[in-house]
Nanobody, 119 residues
Framework: QVQLVESGGGLVQPGQSLRLSCAAS????????MYWYRQTPEKQRELVAT???????NYADSVKGRFTISRDNAKNAIYLQMNNLKPEDTAVYSC?????????????WGQGTQVTVSS
């Protein structure tokens, strides 16, 4: 069992930055691929960024060059550095931990943190 808790959201102006954190409790954090998703009431949930167990990363086209995902296995945490924020980045951001082990998927979600970008 893994529990995920996001933090770091808030209200910022366009062009500013935020750093989201996702703290994990439980065993085996380093064996999980980790994801940041976002969702608004008007849109489907969107995959924003991915980081594999080996540290490889991938980003949605809408955030490439502005967002950076990272992980610290010693601290059981991942981060999302968000720079040059835009109003369209406004959403609830959630982290997700996923792994395939013993022929089944372990899949855990945090509760989300609100990011609002507005002047």
């Amino acid at each position: 069992q893994v529990q995920l808790v996001e933090s770091g959201g808030g209200l910022v102006q366009p062009g500013q930055s935020l750093r989201l954190s996702c703290a994990a409790s439980g065993n085996g954090f380093s064996t999980y691929a980790m994801y940041w998703y976002r969702q608004t009431p008007e849109k489907q949930r969107e995959l924003v960024a991915t980081i594999t167990t080996g540290g490889n990363t991938n980003y949605a086209d809408s955030v490439k060059g502005r967002f950076t995902i990272s992980r610290d296995n010693a601290k059981n945490a991942i981060y999302l550095q968000m720079n040059n924020l835009k109003p369209e980045d406004t959403a609830v951001y959630s982290c997700n931990a996923r792994r395939y082990i013993l022929r089944h998927w372990d899949d855990y979600w945090g509760q989300g943190t609100q990011v609002t970008v507005s002047s």
